[in-house]
Nanobody, 118 residues
Framework: QVQLVESGGGLVQAGGSLRLSCAAS????????MGWFRQAPGKEREFVAR????????YYADSVKGRFTITRDNAKNTVYLQMNSLKADDTAVYYC???????????WGQGTQVTVSS
């Protein structure tokens, strides 16, 4: 079992930046694919970004491409999401997730709120 704890959310003006962190504990592994998802009020949860265990491959939703960057520090068991040029549409609860098997993301954090004021 992997426990994930997100932090770094908050209130920021449009055009600003935030960096989210996701600290993993328990049965951690640098082999796990890690991802960020978000859920805005009244909307379904959506994929934001993911990174492979080695950190050499990343993938982003079109809506954040060029503005968000996902990285990981396996020595610290932490994944980051650097968010720049934030827009009001980025307002959501952001969740970190780990894929410990081949069957998708099976461990989730509790989420951190990001609010972007326009």
């Amino acid at each position: 079992q992997v426990q994930l704890v997100e932090s770094g959310g908050g209130l920021v003006q449009a055009g600003g930046s935030l960096r989210l962190s996701c600290a993993a504990s328990g049965r951690t592994s640098s082999n796990y694919r890690m991802g960020w998802f978000r859920q805005a009020p009244g909307k379904e949860r959506e994929f934001v970004a993911r990174i492979r265990g080695s950190g050499d491959s990343t993938y982003y939703a079109d809506s954040v491409k060029g503005r968000f960057t996902i990285t990981r520090d396996n020595a610290k068991n932490t994944v980051y999401l650097q968010m720049n040029s934030l827009k009001a549409d980025d307002t959501a609860v952001y969740y970190c997730a780990a894929s410990t098997t081949a069957y998708g993301y099976d461990s989730w954090g509790q989420g951190t709120q990001v609010t972007v004021s326009s």
